[in-house]
Every structure is written in C-alpha cells, then in structure tokens.
C-alpha cells in the first residue's frame, strides 16, 4: 500500500486532491488563565484561516500564545471560547474520544523536544500510533515512514544513540505514520543546531510539496521561518501581522545528507 510517507519525488509537481480547501478555521479563539490574582489572556481572539497545501510559520515573542494556540489546534486542549472547525468538523461538538481520534486520523504533531520514550527503538516508536489506531502491517508502514525521513539504518537505535536531529527526525516519522492530513509542530528545530534545523526544514519542505501535506510550526528564529511561504506573528495572544514570505526572500533547505556510516559509528564511540 502506497502511504503518504513514500517520499518519491514527482516529476510532474504535486497534484494534491483537496488541494485549496480550508483544512483549518478559527474564529474568536479565546483562552484565559488565572493563577491567583492574576489573569492572563493566552488567546486574546485569534481568528484565521489556513488551507489544505499550505506551510506557514507562526512566531511572536515568548508568551505571546503560539504554543496554547497550537495545543487547541492540535486537539491537546479546548479553547476558552470562539471557534475551531477542522476539516470542517467543529471540534467543539466533539467528546474526548472522538477528539482523540481525530487527533489520530488527521494530526501529527511534533514537539520541541521530540517526546521519545528513552528505552523505545526508533521502529517501536513510530509503530505507536498505527498500534493505537489498530493498524496491521505495522512494520512494514514504520521502516517506510522512517525511510521517508532518511532513518531506515537507525531502526533498532534508541534515542541515546542517536544525535537530536536524529531524534526529531523519529518524531517526524511517528507524527506522519498515520498519514495525517495536518502536520503540526511547536518549535520542532527550537533544540536543535543550524545545520540540523536546515535538514528537519529539508524534510518539511518534502512533505508539503510533494505529499501535499498541510504544515503549520512555530519557530523563533526568522531564518526558519522563511522556508515557508506564509508567516503568522502573535503578539498579547492576537494575531498582529499574517502576511506571505515574498518569494525572493524564500528559502529552500539542503536535503539531508546522512554521514557515511563509518563516521557515524566513529562518532558513537
Ligand atoms: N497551563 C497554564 N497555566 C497558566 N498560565 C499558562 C499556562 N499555559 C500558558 N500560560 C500562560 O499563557 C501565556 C501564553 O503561553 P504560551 O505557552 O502559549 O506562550 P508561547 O508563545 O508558546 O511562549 P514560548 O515562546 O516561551 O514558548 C503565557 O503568559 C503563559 O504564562
Ligand atoms: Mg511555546
């Protein structure tokens, strides 16, 4: 079975079916916490539109509310008020489970620092969600997702024995195993070096042009987030500016080059 994880390049562009329609809507978003006397507005009415083939970063300073506003849109957690329809499906009219199978069936989300569990293979790590999601052929789907991330020779490695783009690279392939429609990542590159950040882009930019995959992360950094083609800024929880990378301000990120594996095993000793 074809999966979207098998990343062959095609010769023709991508041809995404779908392509256009609007994968993500909110409107009013609003969430608010009180500790104490004090009340923050961590969502402050955010309001916007992405749609399906679209990668876009969202930035703004700490506390701003990128990671709250990508919780809700990852089904992690509910707004305080206002609006989220996914894939056209208002989330809010959902109960827990079938909140968690969307979350199963449509998003894959990626975090900062890469949530592995420490004595898990690679391979047992990606099998994960086809196992919750009652997958057969479990395996098979995770070598081609971790090929996909250019990993197929670090399967049985656990996450010591590998460096932290490695270990992203694995948090990639178990959030894309599932083939989700949406990939969402908060600070995916926030832990790691520059080179490293380049090849997790890399890998990004793949799977959006040629998967037509849906990719929305928060970063930072400005460099980053000029290998997308629409950046959104929140500043006080409100969206402040959304506006298009100008195409020659675009930055395509070099794939990722693999160390010969004799330097890699000279580098584990
Ligand atoms: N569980 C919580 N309880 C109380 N306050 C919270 C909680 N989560 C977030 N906040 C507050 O909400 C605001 C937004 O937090 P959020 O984590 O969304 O910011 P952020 O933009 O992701 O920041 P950073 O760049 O540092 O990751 C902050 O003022 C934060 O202190
Ligand atoms: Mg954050």
Excluded at 194 to 200: A, G, K, L, P
Excluded at 206 to 214: H, K, P, S, V
Aim: hydrophobic share 40%; charged share 25%.
């Amino acid at each position: 079975m074809a999966t979207a994880v098998a990343l062959e390049a095609s010769p023709t562009g991508s041809v995404t079916p779908g392509a256009g329609e609007v994968i993500i809507k909110v409107e009013g978003l609003t969430k608010t916490y009180t500790m104490g006397d004090v009340t923050v507005r961590a969502l402050d009415g955010v309001s916007f539109e992405v749609r399906r083939g679209e990668l876009l970063a969202i930035m703004g300073p700490s506390g701003s509310g990128k990671s709250t506003l990508m919780n809700v849109l990852g089904c992690l957690d509910q707004p305080g008020a206002g609006t989220y329809w996914l894939d056209g499906v208002e989330t809010s009219t959902l109960d827990d489970d079938a909140l968690a199978e969307v979350r199963n069936q449509k998003i894959g989300f990626v975090f900062q620092q890469f949530n592995l569990l420490a004595r898990t293979s690679a391979l047992e790590q990606v099998e994960l969600p086809l196992l919750y999601a009652g997958v057969r052929d479990r395996q098979a789907r995770a070598l081609e997702a971790l090929a996909a991330v250019g990993l197929a020779d670090r399967a049985r490695h656990r996450p010591t024995e590998l460096s932290g783009g490695q270990q992203q690279r694995v948090a990639i392939a178990r959030a894309l195993v599932n083939n989700p429609a949406l990939l969402l990542a908060d600070e995916p590159t926030g832990a790691l070096d520059t080179r490293t950040s380049e090849e997790i882009m890399a890998i990004f930019q793949r799977l959006n042009e040629e998967q037509g995959i849906t990719v929305v992360f928060v970063t930072h950094e400005p460099d980053i987030a000029r290998h997308t083609r629409r950046v959104i800024h929140l500043r006080d929880g409100q969206i402040n500016q959304d506006a298009p990378v100008p195409e020659g301000e675009r930055l395509t990120a070099r794939p990722i080059q693999e160390a010969p594996a004799h330097e890699a095993a000279a580098a584990r000793r």
